[in-house]
């Protein structure tokens, strides 16, 4: 059964906030890129991504979907707002309007994005390309395809007790899911 998690709109919001503030100049696809490194490394690390959206392999590497759908200009109206009060995208590049919300996000997020920032947020568009075109999820996904969040753990499941226990929640998280409002 494929792991999924619950995108959370306002989490991508102040994680796109809190990149511009620490990368400025930064880029869609950098901003995409380095979301998915986050999301990877807080999955394999505390069992669950930090937005939650569900990756796709296009040719530039892996995207969150309805994260690039936002920055597009295509999320729902309530997330469109959200997000243009804390970034203006211009072209290609975001620019911060207003510092992130660090109370959304926990702290391992907060030791994440900042990892990130450090190890990714001086590294160029095309270097983070090449870097996720190694990536196991990205390679094992079909071309304009869903990415499976189990291979983030490496194609010989990594941390095999963490990734247990992130398929074990998944099967809690659709029992329950009928009866969520």
Not at 169 to 178: G, M, N, Y
Request: glycine content about 8%; some cysteine.
């Amino acid at each position: 059964m494929p792991m999924r998690f619950e995108f959370r709109s306002e989490k991508f919001v102040q994680a796109i906030a809190y990149l511009a503030q620490a990368c400025p100049g930064i880029t869609k696809m950098k901003a995409c890129k380095m979301l998915f490194f986050a999301d990877k490394e807080h999955l394999c690390r505390f069992g669950r991504p930090i937005i939650g959206d569900q990756y796709y392999r296009l040719p530039h590497g892996p995207i969150p979907t309805r994260g690039l759908d936002m920055l597009r200009g295509r999320g729902a109206p309530a997330d469109q707002a959200l997000l243009e009060k804390y970034v203006a995208i211009v072209g290609d590049v975001i620019h911060l309007r207003r510092a992130a919300d660090r109370q959304v996000f926990s702290k391992s997020d907060l030791k994440v994005l900042a990892g990130t920032c450090k190890e990714y947020g001086t590294m160029a568009p095309a270097r983070l390309r090449a870097l996720s075109h190694n990536e196991p999820a990205w390679l094992k996904a079909d071309e304009n395809g869903p990415m499976d969040y189990a291979l983030f753990f490496g194609e010989d499941g990594g941390d095999q007790n963490m990734r247990e226990l992130v398929e074990e929640a998944q099967e809690s998280r659709d029992a329950l899911r009928p009866f969520r409002a």
